[in-house]
């Protein structure tokens, strides 16, 4: 590879969101890039050389490193860490944080480089979380209330309906659930002022 390219390299490096932490065959880190920085609250030159374990919580380490070892002997050129479950990193001021990895290795077996690439997913999984928390309150609302509820898509399409409702109409809960409102009950006015709040927000 020429030196320019080396440059191009360095700078695509430099310039991902994503951290990328690369580590030689005694598991000690030799590259650490600006968003492995941000993500993990410490410098290049503080990390340059320190084991890969450094950036876990204490006890996730022995096992970390020994699945990279693992991962060594099976010559595969990569593989998605996530496999054995979630794991943490570990910033410098003590907060763990979930993080999505997928590891990487090149070189001869004596001379190997692994290539880690990271992804804080913290807020994918509080999103998740918050999701969770709200269809299970739905759910809850669904099975209690005696007032008549309907779930509708953007399209005005059923998604669900609660007891209350299907009774009302003469059908089980389960027969409304992707057939149209407006195809069972037509209503032009109706479909209007529906349009509206949809357009409108």
């Not at 030196?3 to 580590?23: F, K, T, W």
């Not at 979380?129 to 299970?136: I, Q, S, V």
Request: charge should be neutral; proline fraction near 5%; hydrophobic fraction near 40%.
């Amino acid at each position: 590879m020429s030196l320019s390219n080396n440059g191009r390299l360095a700078d695509i490096i430099a310039s991902v969101a994503e951290g990328i932490v690369s580590i030689d065959d005694q598991l000690r880190i030799v590259l650490f890039n600006p968003a492995a920085e941000r993500m993990f609250g410490r410098s290049r030159e503080e990390m340059n050389g320190q084991p890969l374990s450094a950036l876990l919580p204490e006890r996730f380490r022995a096992q970390h490193d020994e699945r990279i070892r693992n991962f060594a002997a099976t010559g595969q050129t990569s593989r998605g860490v996530g496999r054995y479950g979630l794991i943490y990193g570990l910033r410098a001021n003590g907060e763990e944080f979930p993080i999505e990895a997928t590891i990487s290795q090149a070189g001869t077996p004596r001379n190997k480089l692994f290539t880690v690439i990271l992804r804080d997913i913290t807020w994918p999984l509080e999103t998740e979380k918050a999701l969770r928390e709200n269809y299970e309150l739905l759910d809850r609302i669904f099975a209690t209330t005696h007032f008549c509820l309907v779930y509708l898509d953007r399209d005005f399409n059923f998604v669900r309906v609660n007891k209350a409702y299907a009774d009302a109409c003469g059908h089980p809960p389960e027969f409304f659930p992707g057939k149209n409102h407006f195809e069972l009950y037509p209503g032009e006015k109706v479909e209007t002022i529906f349009r509206q709040v949809v357009a409108t927000g």
